[in-house]
């Protein structure tokens, strides 16, 4: 079975931070760029940062840019993302998607977890 499972999330103040992971079961994970997905009620979906598949080539959206870091362990079939000084506006659902290339960032996702609620309030 194909699938992604988010974990991580949970409630934390402002300035603190959390790191997500997310578990890809079959074969697919190291051939594939991977991406970090939120959602809020009032902004919709935001890809928030991608992976590529063989260089780790990065990129990020300018609303986590130098807070958050994306990374991976193939090996493990792993995706991370350290949220560091977190802000209320970064409270979402967080979804791990696989990119529909090896390059992230520019293509559609074909793959979804069900997604890890994280909420930043004091």
């Known amino acids: 079975q194909v699938e992604l499972v988010e974990s991580g999330g949970g409630l934390v103040q402002p300035g603190g931070s959390l790191r997500l992971s997310c578990t890809a079961s079959g074969s697919f994970f190291s051939n594939y760029a991977m991406s970090w997905v939120r959602q809020t009620p009032g902004k919709g979906l935001e890809r928030i940062s991608s992976i590529n598949r063989g260089d780790g080539t990065t990129f990020y959206a300018e609303s986590v840019k130098g807070r958050f870091s994306i990374s991976r362990d193939n090996v493990q079939n792993t995706l991370y993302l350290q949220m560091n000084s977190l802000k209320p506006e970064d409270t979402a659902v967080y979804y791990c998607?696989?990119?529909?290339?090896?390059?992230?960032?520019?293509?559609?996702?074909?793959?979804w977890g069900k997604g890890t609620l994280v909420t930043v309030s004091s």
């Open positions: 998607a696989k990119d529909m290339s090896t390059v992230g960032g520019r293509y559609a996702m074909d793959l």
